[in-house]
């Protein structure tokens, strides 16, 4: 669970120890005319004038490398505020661990993670601070077993911000009537179905209003048959101007919500540009043999 749950593995150490491999200039480079004390300050506390000027999300130069097998290389990202971005590509291409890159639950070699204008990829910053301010989505659910619907998503705002526990399962009612949930709210995850467990894993990720939404292949786990009710979760999501990053195989889904679509292969933004453009005519030749899959483009 985002900002409730440790990532798995990884100590206080690991956390605030520099990625290896990092440069000295990368990390020390933040936002010019920024303060030691204004970087360490909470991305949910920042004023509406200091968020205004800088996008949610800007991802510059980021690269990643499993046991100097590179996953990642000099990606560069953006997202607006209240935009969608969509991230396509194979299986293996690079999707998923840009998500999880993006929510510090994965260190990264080089380059920087900014939200609202600020470096969280700075080995210094909190990380757990810094990923209260984004909700993260996964294709598993990651619900916990022993816990209903309501007190999985009360969880958060009350170990993590503080709230009471009646605010906090106020709150999560509130959610769980906003996804449809409202009647499963004492359900235990075993008795509900994938959607609906997905749709309770977006309603915990919701819990705190983050900055930043990021849903990683939220529909792959499901039946075909679950698939739409939880797409028109995140399509209700995105029409109220929700600020969202997400990767997915759904294309027709990609071409009716995305602002941005990003094609991932081989650990790098290959293609990027406007839904309709990429989808329908994109420029280079691995993204059209990517999409003759899905769609009958010709590939050559």
Do not use: W
């Not at 470096?119 to 757990?128: F, K, M, N």
């Amino acid at each position: 669970m985002n900002g409730a749950q440790d990532p798995a593995g990884r100590s206080e150490a690991t956390r605030e120890n520099a990625p290896a491999g990092r440069s000295e200039a990368t990390r020390e480079n933040a936002p010019a005319g920024r303060s030691e004390a204004t970087r360490d300050n909470d991305p949910a506390g920042r004023s509406e004038a200091t968020r205004d000027k800088y996008p949610v999300l800007s991802v510059r130069g980021l690269t990643k490398a499993y046991h100097d097998r590179p996953v990642l290389t000099g990606i560069d990202l953006d997202g607006a505020e209240h935009q969608v971005v969509v991230l396509i590509g194979a299986s293996g291409s690079g999707k998923s661990t840009l998500l999880r890159c993006i929510d510090l639950l994965e260190d990264i070699d080089d380059g920087q993670i900014l939200l609202d204008g600020r470096d969280i990829s700075d080995p210094r910053i909190d990380a757990d601070k810094a990923r209260q301010a984004m909700g993260m989505v996964f294709q598993s659910f990651n619900l916990f077993p022993h816990m209903s619907a309501l007190a999985n998503v009360a969880l958060a705002p009350r170990v993590v911000h503080g709230s009471t526990r009646r605010e906090a399962q106020d709150r999560g009612r509130e959610l769980l009537a906003r996804v449809g949930l409202a009647a499963h709210a004492d359900a235990y995850p075993d008795k509900l179905s994938g959607g609906q467990q997905q749709r309770v894993a977006i309603a915990r990720a919701l819990a705190y209003d983050p900055r930043l939404l990021l849903l990683d292949e939220i529909t792959s786990a499901l039946d075909p048959e679950l698939v739409g009710e939880v797409l028109a979760l995140v399509r209700e999501l995105a029409t109220a101007g929700r600020t969202i990053v997400m990767a997915t195989h759904e294309m027709a889904f990609a071409r009716e919500v995305a602002d941005r679509v990003c094609f991932l292969d081989g650990g790098m933004i290959v293609e990027s540009g406007s839904a309709e453009r990429v989808l329908t005519d994109p420029q280079q030749i691995r993204t059209r043999q990517f999409l003759q899959r899905f769609t009958g483009l010709d590939a050559s």
